[in-house]
């Protein structure tokens, strides 16, 4: 750190618009450079530096694969008690209501599926462009 402001003796001042600072705040921000002042010589200089971006729809897609994966969740959860139920069931009529039931969740089950293949798939699509 010493080293590297050794030689650097001269100042400049710049005045900028408060639009023009946020502007140039907001990129250094989203750059991996750490002082506003590195990123100001990089651009002044022509220097490299890496900038982050950010894909809102990707954080759509997202948020919709943690809904589906929650309506997943709570898929199993009903899916584990009709299990333990079924076995704990001595009565055919009532396991013939649970077996009816069972099949009502695993079409649903079925249906989360599909959904999540098919966003999956535009996910690939988005990456691969």
Known sequence: ????????KRRITLR??????????????NS???KLSDLVRRLIFGRKFTVYT??????????ELGLLRRELNAIGVN???????????DHAPQMQAWIMRFEQDRERYF???SAIESKLL???KIWLQ
Request: glycine share 4%; aromatic share 6%; proline share 0%.
């Open 16 to 29: 900028l618009t408060a639009e023009e600072y946020a502007e140039l705040e907001g990129n250094w921000k």
């Open 79 to 89: 899916f584990n008690q009709a299990v333990h139920r079924l076995n704990m069931l």
């Open 122 to 124: 535009s996910l690939n």
């Open 32 to 34: 991996t450079v750490r």
């Open 54 to 63: 950010r894909n809102k729809s990707m954080d759509d897609l997202l948020e």
């Open 111 to 113: 249906v989360a599926i």
């Open 1 to 8: 750190m010493a080293e590297e402001n050794k030689g650097r």
